[in-house]
């Protein structure tokens, strides 16, 4: 098939339907590498979009590639927990093996190397993605052998396939884990109720968001269910939010695994209650490997009509679709995923008007995260009395927790709401702890005196990050990393965020080279006034929160970093004259420059 | 020492100000000029010491000193220092003070490769060779902000800054209010 066939069949595939442009993308990518212009602009004739809004969103992606890629591009996953099992030797030996700089194309455009943000295997790092592949665990000899298959040229799928084994890692079950519904039983009992009863089961149930901001599931729902459609057709739409970006979150992954038959059906009692015919899974790039198998899942549910049309005869109609990202953490806020959804870039819009009344398509829309549709299940089946019964009285039920970092058993961990930091860290095997980031770097930074603290809405939120830092580690290069992530996440949008995010790295690195000061300190806390109140959404308003959590309560791995106490130069001025000095030959005193300020 | 409480009331002293253009084009002290006639209210509240207006050579104890340009050679070191070591508010002003301006356009090339260009290569000037007298200060490798040096007290942004952002700059200080540019005087181009 020629290229233009093949794009040609993809657009077909999609109805020629902008609104899907970043499936569009995806699908053509996975066949012809690359996107080049010529393809922009055959897309952008096809679908009726302005050639410029094409590449747009094209160019938003990391995932997508506007210039030529290397026949094997691999993305070693960056979070912090990689960096604790090695990922920075490995990739450096990569590297090496293959007469690369990082970033860079080899000359024969065999393959590339380079980082990317957290791709969720942080229980069985160190993980790359080859050719958008997930591969976790890797080792000195896997590389080599690995190294060796892509100067033969084999194709990746054809490497050995015990290689692309995730585990799920579930180290204790609770209510959800442990559930033991059949398929459809959820369900059945929703549509039993009726949407009304079953939205008031959900609000005896307390049930709240799982993504980390906690927002009442049964108002949301209410919600969405009260907003009227728009326009010639009217719609209600139910979007399982599935980007877990979140750098050390990974419990989305393994429940989407082992626990899709509870997500999806979880979304059809939403859909029901909110009353959608309309559901979509936003599955972030980096699970691309979770396509295929969540697709015959529902495929498995529409033969045993549990979706589709007149669902269990009860007259409820009912379909999921899955969308997938392309390597975008702001697609995670809930207006960038939408905008997503609809084929544009992720930029966060601006709210109100909420989702809730006009989302996907300018229809009320119900965003929710895939463990607070799963829960929804529980609540349907067993009712929410019983439900808020777990947990503490202004958290409600249970909370899966992906542990990852300093510990001996890595994993998934499902508590009833309430449970203190330092259950978790005896549970996990974790000795000589000095810190745990609760809710990944946007989240909280927690030091040894505080592990008596709960998990829970009331004292520490969580989207269910839990990276466990021993003694042995350095806070300030925790903070840098996540500071590095930040920089990088940054949609661009809003100038605080956007230059904001780079200062706070820079400054980072600056430090980091030695050549900090208390001024750079100030800097810091400067910087995260500024961006916590005036960026356009979450991600700018969290950015700094690492970097102040360390400031505060690791303060000395900063400090012991600094150069003195007054004003330094960002970079070694003598240094800096280095090359002039070179092509003149010179080397008298007005050839050097003094590091501190003469007196 | 023992002054007596009830001295003469001082007169206010005069604002000394000292200003420099190190990697810049002038442009934005021809901007400052362009405060017109307010340059006669400007100098009954302050005093000029090293600055182009006075060609005073060396900076003593200032209050507030203006840095135009940015850093693409040792001396510009040198005097960003010699500034900094003397006025209790160091201001950089203009485009080319905060980031580079258009001097940093040359980042992208390496320092080497432009030198052997111009002096070796480059038809009409490569013969003489790169010159290499030491009374010539030595390019940077890049051409940097004046902040990755010494600690900066105020920025103000423009390329030039307009000649009201001054008045304003300079009405605020000498009140003794940290200065505040507002809507239509923040600009960056």
């Known amino acids: 098939?020629?290229?233009?066939?093949?794009?040609?069949?993809?657009?077909?595939?999609?109805?020629?339907?902008?609104?899907?442009?970043?499936?569009?993308?995806?699908?053509?990518?996975?066949?012809?590498?690359?996107?080049?212009?010529?393809?922009?602009?055959?897309?952008?004739?096809?679908?009726?979009?302005?050639?410029?809004?094409?590449?747009?969103?094209?160019?938003?992606?990391?995932?997508?590639?506007?210039?030529?890629?290397?026949?094997?591009?691999?993305?070693?996953?960056?979070?912090?927990?990689?960096?604790?099992?090695?990922?920075?030797?490995?990739?450096?030996?990569?590297?090496?093996?293959?007469?690369?700089?990082?970033?860079?194309?080899?000359?024969?455009?065999?393959?590339?190397?380079?980082?990317?943000?957290?791709?969720?295997?942080?229980?069985?790092?160190?993980?790359?993605?080859?050719?958008?592949?997930?591969?976790?665990?890797?080792?000195?000899?896997?590389?080599?052998?690995?190294?060796?298959?892509?100067?033969?040229?084999?194709?990746?799928s054809e490497w050995p396939a015990e290689w692309f084994a995730v585990e799920d890692n579930i180290r204790r079950k609770d209510i959800l884990l442990g559930h033991e519904l059949k398929n459809g039983q959820a369900l059945n009992a929703a549509l039993e109720r009726g949407p009304q009863a079953m939205l008031?089961?959900?609000?005896?149930?307390?049930?709240?968001?799982?993504?980390?901001?906690?927002?009442?599931?049964?108002?949301?729902?209410?919600?969405?269910?009260?907003?009227?459609?728009?326009?010639?057709?009217?719609?209600?739409?139910?979007?399982?939010?599935?980007?877990?970006?979140?750098?050390?979150?990974?419990?989305?992954?393994?429940?989407?695994?082992?626990y899709a038959d509870l997500v999806f059906e979880g979304m059809s009692i939403a859909g029901s209650v909110v009353g959608a015919k309309k559901g979509l899974l936003y599955l972030r790039g980096e699970y691309r490997y979770l396509l295929e198998p969540l697709e015959s899942v529902l495929a498995a549910r529409r033969s045993a009509g549990l979706l589709g049309t007149n669902i269990l005869g009860k007259g409820f109609d009912f379909d999921i679709e899955i969308h997938l990202g392309a390597g975008a953490y702001v697609c995670g806020e809930e207006s960038a995923l939408i905008e997503s959804l609809e084929g544009k870039p992720g930029r966060p819009r601006i709210r109100p008007p909420f989702p809730v009344t006009r989302g996907y398509l300018e229809q009320p829309t119900t965003v929710n995260n895939v463990e607070?549709?799963?829960?929804?299940?529980?609540?349907?089946?067993?009712?929410?009395?019983?439900?808020?019964?777990?947990?503490?009285?202004?958290?409600?039920?249970?909370?899966?927790?992906?542990?990852?970092?300093?510990?001996?058993?890595?994993?998934?961990?499902?508590?009833?709401?309430?449970?203190?930091?330092?259950?978790?860290?005896?549970?996990?095997?974790?000795?000589?702890?000095?810190?745990?980031?609760?809710?990944?770097?946007?989240?909280?930074?927690?030091?040894?005196?505080e592990f008596n603290r709960r998990i829970a809405f009331e004292d520490l939120a969580t989207a269910g990050a839990f990276m466990v830092f021993d003694e042995t580690r350095d806070m300030f290069e925790v903070a840098r990393n996540f500071a590095q992530f930040f920089a990088h996440e940054s949609c661009g949008f809003c100038t605080p965020c956007r230059v904001g995010t780079t200062l706070v790295r820079n400054l980072m690195d600056k430090i980091a080279?030695?050549?900090?000061?208390?001024?750079?300190?100030?800097?810091?806390?400067?910087?995260?006034?500024?961006?916590?109140?005036?960026s356009h959404c979450g991600l700018g308003n969290s950015a700094c929160n690492p970097v102040f959590d360390t400031l505060n309560k690791f303060r000395p791995a900063y400090e012991r970093r600094l150069k003195s106490l007054d004003y330094e130069p960002a970079f070694d001025l003598d240094a800096a004259l280095s090359q002039a000095r070179q092509m003149t030959g010179r080397d008298d005193a007005g050839a050097h420059l003094s590091n501190e300020a003469e007196a | 020492m023992n002054a007596p409480m009830n001295a003469a009331p001082v007169t206010a002293k005069k604002l000394k100000v000292a200003t420099t253009s190190l990697a810049g084009c002038f442009g934005c002290h021809m901007s400052f000029l362009d405060i017109d006639e307010r340059i006669l209210k400007l100098l009954e509240l302050v005093e000029f010491d090293r600055s182009p207006i006075t060609d005073i050579k060396h900076c003593g104890p200032c209050d507030l000193g203006l840095i135009e340009g940015g850093l693409c050679n040792a001396e510009n070191v040198h005097v960003l220092r010699e500034f900094r070591k003397n006025c209790?508010?160091?201001?950089?002003?203009?485009?080319?003070?905060?980031?580079?301006?258009?001097?940093?356009?040359?980042?992208?090339?390496?320092?080497?490769?432009?030198?052997?260009?111009?002096?070796?290569?480059?038809?009409?000037?490569?013969?003489?060779?790169?010159?290499?007298?030491?009374?010539?200060?030595?390019?940077?490798?890049?051409?940097?902000?004046?902040?990755?040096?010494?600690?900066?007290?105020?920025?103000?942004?423009?390329?030039?800054?307009?000649?009201?952002?001054?008045?304003?700059?300079?009405?605020?200080?000498?009140?003794?209010?940290?200065?505040?540019?507002?809507?239509?005087?923040?600009?960056?181009?």
């Open chain 1, 1 to 156: 098939m020629s290229d233009t066939q093949i794009i040609d069949t993809v657009l077909a595939r999609n109805r020629h339907d902008g609104t899907r442009l970043v499936q569009i993308l995806r699908e053509i990518q996975e066949q012809l590498s690359w996107l080049s212009p010529a393809t922009l602009t055959h897309i952008a004739d096809r679908i009726g979009w302005p050639r410029a809004q094409v590449s747009g969103t094209a160019a938003f992606y990391s995932f997508f590639h506007t210039r030529q890629r290397g026949k094997y591009c691999v993305l070693w996953s960056d979070n912090i927990t990689d960096r604790m099992l090695g990922n920075a030797d490995l990739m450096d030996a990569m590297c090496k093996k293959l007469w690369l700089e990082p970033g860079r194309v080899s000359e024969d455009g065999l393959v590339s190397v380079n980082t990317t943000s957290c791709t969720g295997l942080c229980d069985q790092g160190p993980a790359v993605l080859v050719n958008y592949r997930a591969i976790p665990r890797m080792t000195q000899a896997r590389l080599g052998e690995m190294v060796g298959l892509i100067r033969e040229q084999k194709p990746v």
């Open chain 1, 200 to 258: 008031a089961e959900v609000k005896a149930g307390r049930l709240r968001g799982r993504g980390g901001a906690g927002f009442s599931t049964g108002l949301k729902w209410e919600a969405c269910r009260k907003a009227a459609g728009h326009g010639p057709n009217p719609a209600h739409y139910v979007v399982c939010n599935a980007d877990e970006g979140e750098p050390g979150t990974f419990k989305d992954r393994v429940l989407l695994t082992s």
């Open chain 1, 372 to 449: 607070t549709l799963a829960a929804s299940c529980l609540i349907a089946a067993q009712g929410g009395a019983w439900y808020a019964a777990h947990g503490t009285e202004k958290s409600a039920g249970s909370k899966l927790l992906s542990v990852s970092g300093d510990c001996e058993r890595p994993g998934i961990y499902e508590y009833a709401y309430g449970v203190t930091v330092r259950q978790v860290l005896e549970d996990c095997g974790a000795t000589d702890c000095q810190a745990v980031q609760v809710s990944g770097p946007s989240g909280i930074c927690v030091s040894a005196d």
């Open chain 1, 513 to 534: 080279r030695g050549h900090g000061s208390p001024y750079d300190i100030n800097e810091l806390f400067k910087l995260h006034r500024l961006m916590q109140g005036a």
């Open chain 2, 88 to 189: 209790k508010i160091l201001v950089a002003v203009g485009a080319c003070a905060i980031n580079g301006g258009l001097p940093a356009q040359r980042n992208h090339l390496d320092l080497r490769d432009i030198l052997e260009e111009v002096y070796q290569t480059e038809y009409l000037l490569g013969r003489a060779g790169i010159p290499n007298d030491p009374e010539l200060p030595l390019p940077l490798n890049k051409v940097h902000p004046i902040h990755e040096v010494v600690k900066v007290d105020y920025f103000l942004p423009g390329c030039p800054p307009p000649a009201d952002a001054f008045w304003k700059l300079l009405t605020d200080l000498l009140a003794g209010r940290t200065p505040t540019l507002g809507h239509g005087l923040m600009h960056y181009d």
